[in-house]
């Protein structure tokens, strides 16, 4: 019988036969494995670094459609009419277009470019940039601008074009009294130094406020004489905010409440329950003693 061929190596030799087999199989093998590792990492920096470009690139796109989106234009309007669309082509910010069409749905309206620049939260640059564009349609208007008294006189710098003579309004003597609560345009041009602009801005803000509590309140009114409060008296009383039931809308329209006050009142409202006086609103911080002193006699409760 013949003898294997394997008998004639020993148990240490087949080991190292062995080992040398290993070797050469992993060095056949382990190439082949780190070529994949090294080409995957790459694949996975190329990935990453192509993701961060089209991210970058899709911000960047994204800011530039917003800032064509926002571009603002310059165009005729009536502040009564337009819609939304428009105003915020204008560039007014959506906040600023809620609030003026919450103040013409509540039976707002802007009559001329007074009331304009009055809209919340109007900067002077935006006012200077768009009044140049408003255009208050006919039936917006204050129907005093265009119904003329047939027992107004003519002012003093107007002349009757069939005539030659100049005639003007008479003014009233030292002693004699106006009441601005209750006058009209034509009452009132007769106060010396009171004009057909002062008149008007009188009557404005008197609406405003509800009616006046003191004389001095029409020095509020930018550029107001004041020698014409020598022939002024006020009688009758003022119209009167119920703290309780006014809505934010109505409580900002006084001249003497600001957002931030209106917005106030409402919260303390609905946190606290009735307003029982103005002592409530002392513990505000939006209400300093003088706010509080000059509501005084328009607010109820």
């Given amino acids: 019988m013949r003898r294997s061929r394997f008998k004639f190596y020993k148990k240490s030799e087949w080991i190292a036969i062995v080992s040398l087999i290993v070797l050469c199989l992993a060095g056949l093998i382990l190439p082949h494995f780190i070529g994949r590792n090294v080409e995957s990492s790459n694949n996975i920096k190329a990935d990453t670094l192509t993701f961060e470009t089209l991210t970058t690139d899709s911000n960047r796109q994204t800011k530039h459609h917003k800032a064509e989106k926002r571009r603002v234009e310059t165009f005729v309007f009536d502040p009564n009419t337009a819609d939304s669309i428009t105003l915020l082509r204008l560039g007014f910010a959506p906040f600023q277009v809620r609030s003026i069409l919450r103040y013409r749905a509540a039976g707002g309206v802007i009559h001329d470019k007074e009331d304009f620049a009055q809209l919340y939260n109007l900067t002077k640059g935006d006012y200077d940039r768009l009044a140049p564009y408003v255009r208050i349609a006919d039936e917006f208007r204050l129907a005093s601008e265009f119904v003329k008294r047939n027992n107004k006189s003519k002012s003093i710098d107007e002349t009757d074009e069939n005539s030659t003579t100049t005639t003007y309004t008479p003014k009233i003597s030292r002693g004699e009294f106006v009441s601005v609560n209750y006058a009209d345009t034509a009452e009132l041009q007769r106060i010396p130094g009171i004009g057909q602009y002062y008149a008007r801005q009188i009557l404005h803000y008197r609406k405003s406020l509800g009616g006046y509590a003191d004389e001095s309140q029409l ?38 409440i600001n957002f931030y ?34 509501l005084a006699p328009y607010v109820e409760f």
């Avoid at 022939?231 to 934010?248: D, H």
């Avoid at 409530?280 to 000059?294: A, E, G």
């Fill in 261 to 294: 006050q209106a917005r106030e009142i409402i919260e303390m409202h609905r946190k606290n329950g009735r307003l029982n006086s103005l002592d409530d609103l002392r513990f505000s911080k939006f209400f300093t003693p003088t706010d509080i002193k000059r």
């Fill in 219 to 256: 020095l509020e009114i930018e550029g107001f004489p004041e020698e014409a409060l020598d022939y002024i008296v006020v009688e009758g009383g003022v119209k009167r905010l119920n703290l309780n039931k006014s809505t934010l809308l109505q409580l900002r329209s006084h001249p003497y």
